[in-house]
């Protein structure tokens, strides 16, 4: 079966849209299953895994913010008008909620008095649904902005990539529960257990909405080699950024904090991301049709998102086989089991479809 598209960005917004999820799926899996006998950057193979897996986030929000801001700017009307402003506020509010409901305390609401309080802050620590749904509220903000006052997005979008990538070793440095509630305070420092916080990590939503918008109102599809170098060069300045940042960091204050909160970090991903998007976007170039399985990935990813967590680390109100085997499989066991997984994910969106299975806040177009 295969999906024909008018256009070759769509395909290749397709692609990486199920790269991005399958690359999440598969670095889950084997963190939760591999033995820690094998956990050693010893090893070649496990330390470019481990590398990959810190750049699973940067991609899935650069994805997520990518193709929201183009299929809100291919619409014609104007920003209040836009079918994609309230598509995009109920799929914000959708990501949040269930950001939340996957981590909550207690699967019986009877129990809720007796939570203890580590598991109260664990459920209030900010993670990667919520970061996106934050972003995507960021995206319709800048969005109205650019389209009030009559400015390009690249230039109110690019800001904010600044912002918030500078910013980041400032806003984490202060001890928000001192002037907000620990709910609030979770979304800008990482002390009491978020795993992603809104600076620096709505850089890569932000950075991902200019490529939607350019997209959006790019020519015909004779231009995408234009884009694939394009997107090419601006990673490599990425990249240059970072090493840039790096140094002038060392030279000024004598330490390096790259792998903490350094702006040069984000550059390094970013650029990565851009690199990585560029060869999705020469591997669609001429390509007219694509199985239609890597669609469906592609517009399911709410739904894989949710159902594998669950699959491997449990929800309210079931065990995830972390619990029963979490960290003893070997190397090629750990392999099979992300195939395994791999061929879970892919069925499971067959036969949603073929239920013709039509919920548009959990499956995007």
Do not use: C
């Not at 709505?202 to 490529?211: D, E, K, R």
């Amino acid at each position: 079966m295969t999906q024909t598209a008018k256009r070759n960005r769509v395909i290749f917004l397709d692609l990486i849209r199920a790269f991005a999820v399958l690359n999440m799926v598969q670095g889950h899996t084997i963190d939760v299953l591999l033995s820690k006998d094998y956990r050693s950057l010893d090893y070649l193979l496990y330390g470019i895994w481990n590398f990959n897996r810190g750049m699973t986030a940067p991609l899935f929000m650069f994805t997520a913010g990518t193709t929201f801001t183009y299929l809100f700017r291919i619409q014609s009307s104007g920003f209040t008008d836009n079918p994609r402003f309230a598509k995009g506020f109920k799929r914000a509010m959708l990501l949040l909620f269930t950001g939340y409901l996957i981590k909550l305390p207690t699967g019986n609401p009877l129990y809720i008095l007796d939570v203890p309080e580590k598991k109260w802050e664990l459920f209030f620590a900010a993670d990667v649904l919520q970061i996106i749904s934050f972003g995507l509220l960021f995206l319709l903000l800048y969005l109205y902005l650019a389209e009030r006052f009559k400015i390009k997005d690249i230039y109110l979008l690019g800001t904010g990539v600044l912002i918030t990538t500078f910013l980041a070793p400032v806003v984490l440095n202060i001890s928000w529960t001192d002037y907000l509630p620990l709910s609030a305070a979770n979304y800008l420092y990482m002390d009491h257990g978020s795993l992603f916080t809104i600076f620096p990590w709505l850089a890569y939503i932000l950075a991902g909405g200019i490529l939607g918008s350019y997209l959006a109102k790019a020519g015909r599809i004779q231009q995408e080699r234009n884009l694939g170098v394009t997107v090419s060069v601006s990673g490599m300045v990425m990249l240059l950024a970072a090493l840039l940042s790096e140094l002038a960091e060392v030279y000024i204050t004598g330490n390096s904090t790259f792998w903490m909160h350094s702006p040069a970090l984000v550059f390094l991903r970013l650029g990565l991301v851009l690199i990585v998007t560029a060869l999705f976007i020469f591997i669609s170039i001429g390509v007219r049709n694509i199985p239609k399985v890597i669609v469906l990935l592609g517009r399911n990813t709410l739904i894989i998102y949710v159902v594998h967590l669950v699959i491997l680390y449990g929800s309210p109100w079931s065990a995830g086989i972390n619990r029963f085997v979490g960290y003893t499989f070997t190397p090629l066991e750990t392999v099979t089991a992300a195939l395994v997984m791999f061929g879970l994910m892919i069925a499971m969106v067959i036969i949603f479809n073929k239920l013709n299975f039509k919920n548009r806040q959990l499956v995007t177009s």
